[in-house]
Protein backbone atom coordinates (compact mmCIF):
# COMPACT_ATOMS: atom_id res chain seq x y z
CA UNK A 1 0.00 0.00 0.00
CA UNK A 2 1.56 3.07 -0.67
CA UNK A 3 0.96 6.45 0.93
CA UNK A 4 0.75 10.44 -0.21
CA UNK A 5 -0.37 12.80 2.08
CA UNK A 6 -1.66 16.19 0.69
CA UNK A 7 -2.32 19.90 2.60
CA UNK A 8 -5.60 21.55 2.78
CA UNK A 9 -5.13 24.52 0.50
CA UNK A 10 -5.00 26.92 3.05
CA UNK A 11 -3.29 29.88 0.61
CA UNK A 12 -6.61 30.48 -1.31
CA UNK A 13 -7.24 30.16 -5.03
CA UNK A 14 -4.98 29.79 -7.88
CA UNK A 15 -6.09 29.42 -11.07
CA UNK A 16 -2.99 28.47 -13.18
CA UNK A 17 -2.26 24.94 -14.00
CA UNK A 18 -3.55 22.67 -11.82
CA UNK A 19 -1.52 19.89 -12.22
CA UNK A 20 1.99 22.15 -11.41
CA UNK A 21 0.34 23.76 -9.13
CA UNK A 22 1.82 24.11 -5.31
CA UNK A 23 -0.49 21.80 -3.02
CA UNK A 24 -0.99 24.45 -0.62
CA UNK A 25 -2.81 26.74 -3.20
CA UNK A 26 -6.92 25.62 -5.10
CA UNK A 27 -7.71 25.66 -8.58
CA UNK A 28 -11.28 26.39 -7.67
CA UNK A 29 -12.31 27.28 -4.28
CA UNK A 30 -16.68 29.13 -3.44
CA UNK A 31 -17.10 30.87 0.12
CA UNK A 32 -14.54 29.46 2.25
CA UNK A 33 -11.90 31.79 4.57
CA UNK A 34 -8.45 30.82 6.02
CA UNK A 35 -8.28 31.28 9.67
CA UNK A 36 -5.73 30.95 11.81
CA UNK A 37 -4.41 28.37 9.11
CA UNK A 38 -7.62 26.58 9.01
CA UNK A 39 -10.44 26.64 6.79
CA UNK A 40 -13.19 27.75 7.41
CA UNK A 41 -17.14 28.17 5.69
CA UNK A 42 -17.05 31.97 4.57
CA UNK A 43 -19.30 34.36 6.20
CA UNK A 44 -22.68 34.60 6.21
CA UNK A 45 -25.33 37.81 5.72
CA UNK A 46 -28.53 38.90 7.40
CA UNK A 47 -30.89 41.58 5.48
CA UNK A 48 -30.30 44.86 7.23
CA UNK A 49 -32.88 46.93 5.52
CA UNK A 50 -36.12 45.84 3.36
CA UNK A 51 -36.16 47.04 -0.17
CA UNK A 52 -37.36 51.03 -0.62
CA UNK A 53 -37.89 50.47 -4.22
CA UNK A 54 -37.62 47.99 -7.19
CA UNK A 55 -34.66 49.22 -8.29
CA UNK A 56 -31.15 48.04 -7.97
CA UNK A 57 -28.55 49.34 -5.86
CA UNK A 58 -25.63 50.86 -7.27
CA UNK A 59 -23.64 52.77 -4.14
CA UNK A 60 -23.23 53.28 -0.90
CA UNK A 61 -21.67 56.04 1.43
CA UNK A 62 -20.74 56.88 4.98
CA UNK A 63 -20.86 60.57 4.93
CA UNK A 64 -19.31 62.44 8.85
CA UNK A 65 -20.19 65.83 9.83
CA UNK A 66 -18.46 68.34 12.27
CA UNK A 67 -21.32 68.21 14.41
CA UNK A 68 -20.96 64.65 14.95
CA UNK A 69 -24.07 63.21 12.88
CA UNK A 70 -23.62 60.57 10.18
CA UNK A 71 -25.53 60.20 7.01
CA UNK A 72 -25.70 56.53 5.79
CA UNK A 73 -26.66 56.97 2.10
CA UNK A 74 -27.42 54.30 -0.60
CA UNK A 75 -28.00 54.92 -4.05
CA UNK A 76 -30.02 53.14 -6.61
CA UNK A 77 -30.08 53.58 -9.93
CA UNK A 78 -33.26 56.31 -9.91
CA UNK A 79 -32.84 57.30 -6.15
CA UNK A 80 -30.63 58.14 -3.42
CA UNK A 81 -31.63 57.45 0.18
CA UNK A 82 -30.76 57.97 3.36
CA UNK A 83 -30.78 55.16 6.22
CA UNK A 84 -33.69 55.69 9.36
CA UNK A 85 -30.87 54.27 11.89
CA UNK A 86 -33.96 54.10 14.88
CA UNK A 87 -36.54 52.58 11.92
CA UNK A 88 -34.05 50.27 10.34
CA UNK A 89 -35.33 51.39 7.27
CA UNK A 90 -33.89 53.55 3.78
CA UNK A 91 -35.85 57.27 3.41
CA UNK A 92 -36.05 58.46 -0.14
CA UNK A 93 -34.11 61.75 -0.68
CA UNK A 94 -35.36 64.38 -2.82
CA UNK A 95 -33.23 65.48 -6.28
CA UNK A 96 -34.48 62.33 -7.99
CA UNK A 97 -35.04 60.30 -10.34
CA UNK A 98 -31.82 60.05 -11.58
CA UNK A 99 -31.77 58.99 -15.07
CA UNK A 100 -28.06 56.59 -15.56
CA UNK A 101 -28.01 53.90 -17.31
CA UNK A 102 -28.12 50.72 -15.18
CA UNK A 103 -24.29 49.93 -15.20
CA UNK A 104 -23.99 53.16 -13.77
CA UNK A 105 -22.57 53.84 -10.31
CA UNK A 106 -22.47 56.93 -7.95
CA UNK A 107 -19.89 58.53 -7.06
CA UNK A 108 -19.48 60.41 -3.46
CA UNK A 109 -17.25 62.63 -1.79
CA UNK A 110 -17.12 64.62 1.59
CA UNK A 111 -15.52 67.74 2.46
CA UNK A 112 -16.50 70.90 4.37
CA UNK A 113 -19.64 69.56 6.07
CA UNK A 114 -21.61 68.48 3.24
CA UNK A 115 -21.65 65.30 0.61
CA UNK A 116 -22.11 65.90 -2.95
CA UNK A 117 -22.57 62.77 -5.57
CA UNK A 118 -23.35 62.10 -9.12
CA UNK A 119 -23.67 59.68 -11.41
CA UNK A 120 -22.07 60.54 -14.66
CA UNK A 121 -25.26 61.65 -16.10
CA UNK A 122 -27.12 64.03 -14.05
CA UNK A 123 -25.60 67.18 -12.40
CA UNK A 124 -23.63 66.92 -9.16
CA UNK A 125 -25.78 66.76 -6.28
CA UNK A 126 -24.76 68.67 -2.50
CA UNK A 127 -26.42 67.54 0.60
CA UNK A 128 -25.84 68.77 4.42
CA UNK A 129 -27.48 66.32 6.00
CA UNK A 130 -30.59 68.67 6.60
CA UNK A 131 -32.32 70.60 4.06
CA UNK A 132 -33.19 68.73 0.30
CA UNK A 133 -30.15 67.61 -1.41
CA UNK A 134 -29.97 70.63 -4.38
CA UNK A 135 -27.45 70.96 -7.40
CA UNK A 136 -24.33 71.86 -6.74
CA UNK A 137 -22.86 73.08 -10.17
CA UNK A 138 -24.53 72.93 -14.03
CA UNK A 139 -22.17 69.70 -14.69
CA UNK A 140 -22.15 65.97 -14.29
CA UNK A 141 -19.06 63.64 -13.41
CA UNK A 142 -18.83 59.81 -12.87
CA UNK A 143 -15.80 60.39 -10.60
CA UNK A 144 -15.82 63.31 -7.64
CA UNK A 145 -13.07 63.52 -5.10
CA UNK A 146 -12.20 65.66 -2.12
CA UNK A 147 -9.04 67.20 -1.98
CA UNK A 148 -6.92 70.11 -1.35
CA UNK A 149 -10.05 71.53 0.40
CA UNK A 150 -11.86 71.42 -3.06
CA UNK A 151 -14.10 69.35 -5.06
CA UNK A 152 -12.86 67.87 -8.06
CA UNK A 153 -14.64 66.53 -11.08
CA UNK A 154 -13.72 64.22 -13.89
CA UNK A 155 -14.60 63.07 -17.25
CA UNK A 156 -16.77 66.33 -16.80
CA UNK A 157 -20.27 66.06 -18.82
CA UNK A 158 -20.51 70.28 -19.47
CA UNK A 159 -23.43 72.16 -21.59
CA UNK A 160 -21.00 71.68 -24.06
CA UNK A 161 -20.93 68.30 -24.02
CA UNK A 162 -18.29 65.39 -22.37
CA UNK A 163 -14.97 66.33 -22.08
CA UNK A 164 -13.22 62.73 -21.58
CA UNK A 165 -9.95 63.83 -19.94
CA UNK A 166 -11.03 66.88 -17.89
CA UNK A 167 -10.64 67.42 -14.33
CA UNK A 168 -12.26 70.75 -13.13
CA UNK A 169 -12.30 72.16 -9.41
CA UNK A 170 -14.64 74.47 -7.52
CA UNK A 171 -12.75 77.83 -5.39
CA UNK A 172 -10.05 77.02 -2.36
CA UNK A 173 -12.30 76.47 0.17
CA UNK A 174 -15.67 77.44 -1.13
CA UNK A 175 -16.99 74.08 -2.67
CA UNK A 176 -20.30 75.79 -4.22
CA UNK A 177 -18.22 78.21 -6.15
CA UNK A 178 -17.17 76.60 -9.70
CA UNK A 179 -16.33 80.24 -11.48
CA UNK A 180 -14.40 82.85 -8.78
CA UNK A 181 -10.68 82.36 -8.59
CA UNK A 182 -8.92 79.43 -8.09
CA UNK A 183 -11.45 77.20 -9.97
CA UNK A 184 -10.48 75.91 -12.94
CA UNK A 185 -9.20 72.95 -15.00
CA UNK A 186 -7.21 71.13 -16.73
CA UNK A 187 -6.87 68.36 -19.81
CA UNK A 188 -5.11 65.62 -18.89
CA UNK A 189 -3.27 65.03 -22.19
CA UNK A 190 0.57 65.91 -21.49
CA UNK A 191 1.42 61.85 -22.12
CA UNK A 192 -1.51 60.86 -23.70
CA UNK A 193 -4.94 61.66 -24.83
CA UNK A 194 -6.59 58.56 -23.70
CA UNK A 195 -9.89 59.32 -21.50
CA UNK A 196 -9.34 59.22 -17.99
CA UNK A 197 -10.86 56.24 -15.95
CA UNK A 198 -10.87 57.51 -12.64
CA UNK A 199 -9.11 58.82 -10.04
CA UNK A 200 -8.91 58.65 -5.98
CA UNK A 201 -7.05 60.76 -3.40
CA UNK A 202 -4.92 58.39 -1.21
CA UNK A 203 -3.03 60.62 2.30
CA UNK A 204 -2.18 63.94 0.38
CA UNK A 205 -2.19 62.47 -3.09
CA UNK A 206 -4.47 63.14 -5.92
CA UNK A 207 -4.18 60.18 -8.33
CA UNK A 208 -5.87 60.66 -12.08
CA UNK A 209 -5.81 57.19 -13.93
CA UNK A 210 -5.87 56.35 -17.39
CA UNK A 211 -6.04 52.68 -18.90
CA UNK A 212 -1.94 52.85 -19.31
CA UNK A 213 -1.24 55.90 -17.22
CA UNK A 214 -1.59 57.31 -13.11
CA UNK A 215 -1.07 60.72 -12.97
CA UNK A 216 -0.54 62.84 -9.86
CA UNK A 217 -2.59 65.37 -10.25
CA UNK A 218 -0.01 68.23 -7.82
CA UNK A 219 -1.02 71.46 -6.57
CA UNK A 220 0.80 74.42 -7.72
CA UNK A 221 0.42 77.10 -5.28
CA UNK A 222 -1.24 79.43 -7.73
CA UNK A 223 -4.72 80.46 -7.43
CA UNK A 224 -4.95 81.03 -11.52
CA UNK A 225 -3.58 77.14 -12.30
CA UNK A 226 -4.29 75.45 -9.09
CA UNK A 227 -3.33 72.38 -10.16
CA UNK A 228 -0.81 70.41 -12.85
CA UNK A 229 -0.15 66.94 -13.59
CA UNK A 230 2.81 64.92 -12.75
CA UNK A 231 5.57 65.00 -15.27
CA UNK A 232 9.30 63.45 -14.69
CA UNK A 233 10.61 66.92 -13.58
CA UNK A 234 8.17 68.32 -10.90
CA UNK A 235 8.08 65.99 -8.11
CA UNK A 236 4.73 64.31 -8.43
CA UNK A 237 4.17 60.52 -9.09
CA UNK A 238 4.17 59.25 -12.87
CA UNK A 239 3.34 55.75 -13.89
CA UNK A 240 3.38 54.91 -17.64
CA UNK A 241 2.77 51.33 -18.95
CA UNK A 242 -0.65 50.48 -16.91
CA UNK A 243 -2.83 51.84 -15.34
CA UNK A 244 -6.61 51.24 -14.01
CA UNK A 245 -9.67 50.14 -16.40
CA UNK A 246 -12.67 50.10 -13.85
CA UNK A 247 -12.92 53.37 -12.36
CA UNK A 248 -15.33 51.96 -9.29
CA UNK A 249 -13.04 49.48 -8.58
CA UNK A 250 -10.60 51.54 -6.67
CA UNK A 251 -10.70 50.33 -3.01
CA UNK A 252 -9.16 52.65 -0.54
CA UNK A 253 -7.57 51.25 2.63
CA UNK A 254 -5.53 52.12 5.49
CA UNK A 255 -1.93 53.10 3.39
CA UNK A 256 -2.50 51.75 0.03
CA UNK A 257 -5.23 51.76 -2.78
CA UNK A 258 -6.32 48.42 -4.81
CA UNK A 259 -7.63 48.89 -8.46
CA UNK A 260 -8.16 46.69 -11.46
CA UNK A 261 -5.42 47.01 -14.56
CA UNK A 262 -5.98 46.56 -17.89
CA UNK A 263 -3.46 43.18 -17.23
CA UNK A 264 -3.49 42.09 -13.36
CA UNK A 265 -5.08 43.96 -10.31
CA UNK A 266 -2.75 46.53 -8.61
CA UNK A 267 -1.72 47.45 -5.35
CA UNK A 268 -0.33 51.50 -5.39
CA UNK A 269 1.14 52.20 -1.90
CA UNK A 270 2.10 56.08 -2.93
CA UNK A 271 5.38 55.53 -4.71
CA UNK A 272 4.93 52.05 -6.66
CA UNK A 273 2.52 50.10 -8.15
CA UNK A 274 3.03 46.36 -7.47
CA UNK A 275 0.99 43.93 -9.51
CA UNK A 276 -0.76 41.55 -6.61
CA UNK A 277 -3.36 39.11 -8.61
CA UNK A 278 -1.42 37.01 -11.15
CA UNK A 279 -2.96 33.73 -9.66
CA UNK A 280 -6.78 34.67 -10.05
CA UNK A 281 -6.82 37.53 -13.12
CA UNK A 282 -7.51 34.79 -16.08
CA UNK A 283 -10.88 34.03 -14.02
CA UNK A 284 -11.68 37.53 -13.31
CA UNK A 285 -11.01 38.97 -17.00
CA UNK A 286 -13.03 35.39 -18.36
CA UNK A 287 -16.07 37.09 -16.29
CA UNK A 288 -15.64 41.21 -17.12
CA UNK A 289 -17.75 43.00 -19.13
CA UNK A 290 -15.63 45.17 -21.20
CA UNK A 291 -18.59 47.00 -22.38
CA UNK A 292 -19.85 47.67 -18.98
CA UNK A 293 -16.88 48.15 -16.69
CA UNK A 294 -18.30 50.60 -14.32
CA UNK A 295 -20.06 47.07 -13.16
CA UNK A 296 -16.87 46.87 -11.72
CA UNK A 297 -16.78 47.92 -7.84
CA UNK A 298 -14.13 47.08 -5.29
CA UNK A 299 -13.97 48.39 -1.19
CA UNK A 300 -11.54 47.47 1.28
CA UNK A 301 -13.01 45.75 4.79
CA UNK A 302 -9.83 46.65 6.69
CA UNK A 303 -11.08 44.98 9.92
CA UNK A 304 -10.11 41.45 7.86
CA UNK A 305 -7.59 42.94 5.53
CA UNK A 306 -9.55 41.91 2.31
CA UNK A 307 -10.22 43.58 -0.50
CA UNK A 308 -13.56 42.73 -1.93
CA UNK A 309 -13.79 43.43 -5.77
CA UNK A 310 -17.83 42.48 -7.69
CA UNK A 311 -16.34 41.64 -11.11
CA UNK A 312 -19.66 40.51 -12.15
CA UNK A 313 -23.43 40.92 -10.65
CA UNK A 314 -24.57 38.21 -12.75
CA UNK A 315 -22.46 35.18 -12.84
CA UNK A 316 -21.70 32.59 -10.41
CA UNK A 317 -18.68 33.40 -8.29
CA UNK A 318 -18.93 37.17 -9.14
CA UNK A 319 -16.74 38.19 -5.92
CA UNK A 320 -13.15 38.01 -5.47
CA UNK A 321 -11.61 38.46 -1.91
CA UNK A 322 -7.92 39.37 -1.72
CA UNK A 323 -6.48 38.94 1.89
CA UNK A 324 -3.96 41.50 1.30
CA UNK A 325 -1.92 40.89 5.14
CA UNK A 326 -1.47 37.00 3.95
CA UNK A 327 -1.61 37.17 0.28
CA UNK A 328 -4.57 34.94 -0.52
CA UNK A 329 -7.32 35.00 -2.92
CA UNK A 330 -10.95 33.81 -2.48
CA UNK A 331 -13.94 33.23 -4.32
CA UNK A 332 -17.14 34.10 -3.55
CA UNK A 333 -20.76 33.27 -4.77
CA UNK A 334 -23.62 35.81 -3.37
CA UNK A 335 -26.55 35.60 -5.01
CA UNK A 336 -28.29 38.84 -6.70
CA UNK A 337 -25.72 41.09 -5.35
CA UNK A 338 -25.42 44.54 -7.55
CA UNK A 339 -23.36 46.91 -5.49
CA UNK A 340 -20.90 46.68 -2.27
CA UNK A 341 -19.82 49.36 0.54
CA UNK A 342 -18.21 49.34 4.07
CA UNK A 343 -20.14 50.90 6.74
CA UNK A 344 -17.88 52.03 9.90
CA UNK A 345 -19.75 51.42 13.04
CA UNK A 346 -19.97 54.72 15.57
CA UNK A 347 -22.45 57.21 16.84
CA UNK A 348 -25.03 55.91 14.24
CA UNK A 349 -24.02 52.02 14.04
CA UNK A 350 -23.39 49.39 17.04
CA UNK A 351 -20.55 47.48 17.31
CA UNK A 352 -22.76 44.39 17.04
CA UNK A 353 -20.21 42.68 14.92
CA UNK A 354 -17.26 43.05 17.66
CA UNK A 355 -16.00 44.85 14.26
CA UNK A 356 -14.67 48.33 13.74
CA UNK A 357 -16.65 47.82 10.29
CA UNK A 358 -18.65 45.73 8.30
CA UNK A 359 -19.51 44.69 4.70
CA UNK A 360 -22.82 45.91 3.13
CA UNK A 361 -24.45 44.28 -0.21
CA UNK A 362 -27.10 46.10 -1.94
CA UNK A 363 -29.43 43.35 -4.05
CA UNK A 364 -31.48 43.85 -7.41
CA UNK A 365 -34.61 45.00 -5.69
CA UNK A 366 -32.97 47.47 -3.37
CA UNK A 367 -32.79 44.99 -0.47
CA UNK A 368 -29.36 45.57 1.71
CA UNK A 369 -27.64 43.10 3.98
CA UNK A 370 -24.91 42.81 6.47
CA UNK A 371 -22.45 40.37 6.03
CA UNK A 372 -21.89 38.79 9.08
CA UNK A 373 -18.40 36.16 9.71
CA UNK A 374 -20.78 34.95 12.47
CA UNK A 375 -23.49 33.26 10.36
CA UNK A 376 -23.97 30.47 8.02
CA UNK A 377 -26.45 31.36 6.11
CA UNK A 378 -27.22 33.89 3.48
CA UNK A 379 -30.34 35.61 4.73
CA UNK A 380 -31.51 32.30 6.46
CA UNK A 381 -30.52 29.76 3.60
CA UNK A 382 -27.76 27.22 3.42
CA UNK A 383 -25.26 28.02 0.56
CA UNK A 384 -22.33 25.75 -0.73
CA UNK A 385 -19.05 25.97 0.40
CA UNK A 386 -16.12 24.36 -0.84
CA UNK A 387 -12.53 23.81 -1.57
CA UNK A 388 -10.35 21.68 -4.28
CA UNK A 389 -7.11 20.29 -4.21
CA UNK A 390 -4.25 20.31 -7.24
CA UNK A 391 -5.06 17.52 -9.73
CA UNK A 392 -2.23 15.02 -8.56
CA UNK A 393 -1.18 12.35 -11.37
CA UNK A 394 -0.86 8.70 -11.37
CA UNK A 395 2.83 7.30 -10.85
CA UNK A 396 5.04 7.35 -14.05
CA UNK A 397 6.90 3.80 -14.38
CA UNK A 398 8.98 2.31 -16.94
CA UNK A 399 12.04 1.05 -18.96
CA UNK A 400 14.68 2.78 -20.67
CA UNK A 401 13.59 3.84 -23.72
CA UNK A 402 9.96 4.12 -23.00
CA UNK A 403 7.64 5.84 -20.16
CA UNK A 404 4.24 5.05 -18.91
CA UNK A 405 1.72 5.80 -16.79
CA UNK A 406 0.37 3.58 -14.25
CA UNK A 407 -2.86 4.28 -12.30
CA UNK A 408 -3.73 3.80 -8.94
CA UNK A 409 -6.77 2.50 -7.35
CA UNK A 410 -8.01 1.42 -3.90
CA UNK A 411 -8.14 5.18 -2.98
CA UNK A 412 -8.48 5.94 0.46
CA UNK A 413 -9.20 9.21 0.94
CA UNK A 414 -8.99 11.21 5.13
CA UNK A 415 -9.44 14.38 6.20
CA UNK A 416 -10.41 15.88 9.65
CA UNK A 417 -12.54 18.31 10.52
CA UNK A 418 -13.01 20.38 13.38
CA UNK A 419 -17.03 20.16 14.89
CA UNK A 420 -19.78 18.78 16.28
CA UNK A 421 -19.65 15.03 16.36
CA UNK A 422 -21.75 14.13 13.83
CA UNK A 423 -21.98 17.56 11.75
CA UNK A 424 -22.26 15.94 8.05
CA UNK A 425 -19.86 16.70 5.11
CA UNK A 426 -19.54 16.30 1.31
CA UNK A 427 -16.48 14.49 -0.45
CA UNK A 428 -16.14 14.57 -3.31
CA UNK A 429 -13.50 13.25 -6.46
CA UNK A 430 -12.53 14.14 -9.73
CA UNK A 431 -10.80 12.39 -12.34
CA UNK A 432 -11.52 14.64 -15.14
CA UNK A 433 -9.94 18.12 -13.91
CA UNK A 434 -12.58 19.13 -12.19
CA UNK A 435 -15.47 18.69 -14.88
CA UNK A 436 -17.59 16.12 -13.05
CA UNK A 437 -17.40 14.77 -9.82
CA UNK A 438 -18.31 11.77 -7.54
CA UNK A 439 -20.35 12.85 -4.49
CA UNK A 440 -20.23 10.98 -0.96
CA UNK A 441 -22.01 12.41 2.20
CA UNK A 442 -20.26 11.18 5.48
CA UNK A 443 -20.31 11.97 9.27
CA UNK A 444 -17.62 13.19 10.97
CA UNK A 445 -17.40 10.30 13.87
CA UNK A 446 -16.39 10.97 17.71
CA UNK A 447 -12.61 11.88 17.13
CA UNK A 448 -13.81 14.10 14.22
CA UNK A 449 -12.38 12.15 11.60
CA UNK A 450 -14.01 11.68 8.38
CA UNK A 451 -12.69 8.63 6.23
CA UNK A 452 -14.08 8.10 2.60
CA UNK A 453 -13.04 4.92 0.61
CA UNK A 454 -13.37 4.66 -2.81
CA UNK A 455 -11.83 2.38 -5.96
CA UNK A 456 -11.23 4.84 -8.78
CA UNK A 457 -8.71 4.12 -11.47
CA UNK A 458 -6.98 7.81 -12.88
CA UNK A 459 -4.53 9.43 -14.79
CA UNK A 460 -4.84 12.53 -12.53
CA UNK A 461 -7.41 13.08 -9.41
CA UNK A 462 -8.40 15.82 -7.33
CA UNK A 463 -10.74 16.25 -3.86
CA UNK A 464 -13.62 18.46 -3.54
CA UNK A 465 -14.64 19.00 0.63
CA UNK A 466 -17.97 20.88 0.91
CA UNK A 467 -20.64 21.66 3.01
CA UNK A 468 -24.38 22.55 1.63
CA UNK A 469 -25.91 23.24 4.82
CA UNK A 470 -25.50 26.19 7.34
CA UNK A 471 -23.43 24.20 9.72
CA UNK A 472 -20.07 25.67 10.60
CA UNK A 473 -17.26 24.10 9.71
CA UNK A 474 -14.10 23.60 10.02
CA UNK A 475 -10.77 21.69 8.43
CA UNK A 476 -7.72 21.77 10.46
CA UNK A 477 -5.52 18.12 9.30
CA UNK A 478 -4.10 17.37 5.86
CA UNK A 479 -5.35 14.36 4.28
CA UNK A 480 -3.86 11.54 2.92
CA UNK A 481 -4.21 9.26 -0.09
CA UNK A 482 -3.53 5.67 -0.08
CA UNK A 483 -4.11 3.32 -2.97
CA UNK A 484 -2.37 -0.01 -4.10
CA UNK A 485 -0.48 -0.25 -7.62
CA UNK A 486 -2.64 -1.48 -10.54
CA UNK A 487 -4.78 -0.93 -13.30
CA UNK A 488 -3.76 -0.62 -17.03
CA UNK A 489 -0.24 1.06 -17.97
CA UNK A 490 -0.69 3.51 -21.14
Known amino acids: MNTQEFPIPLNGLDDRESTILDPNYSPNLRNVRTVRERMIKGPGSAVWAAAPANSPVRAFHQASFLAGAEALLMATQAQV ?50 AAPTQLVALAS ?20 LHNARVRWSVNGVITDWTGLGSGFLEIIQNSDDPLTGGFVLGNQTMLTKARWLIELVPTGNASSAFAEATKGNGGALVSG ?46 LDYNALDKVQGVVHTTDSEYWLLVSETAEGGVFIYDYRRDRWFRDNWANVRALGVFRVGSSLLNTLQQ ?18 RLTAQDGASFLSYVETPDFTAQL ?11 RQNTLWRVRVQGPVGQPLGLSYSTDRGASYTDFFITCNAAGVATLDVIAPFVTIRFRIWS ?20 MAL
Open 356 to 373: SEFVIQGETDGTTRRVDP
Open 81 to 130: YKYNVGGGTWTQLAGGPYNGAPSQRFSFATTQDRVVWSNGTDNIKIYDNS
Open 242 to 287: TGMIARYSVGLGEYFAFLLGPDDVYLWDGASLKAVGQKVYKTITSL
Open 468 to 487: SNTVATEIWRAGEIQWADGG
Open 397 to 407: KGRLGSQASLQ
Open 142 to 161: PTVLATENRILALNTLEVDG
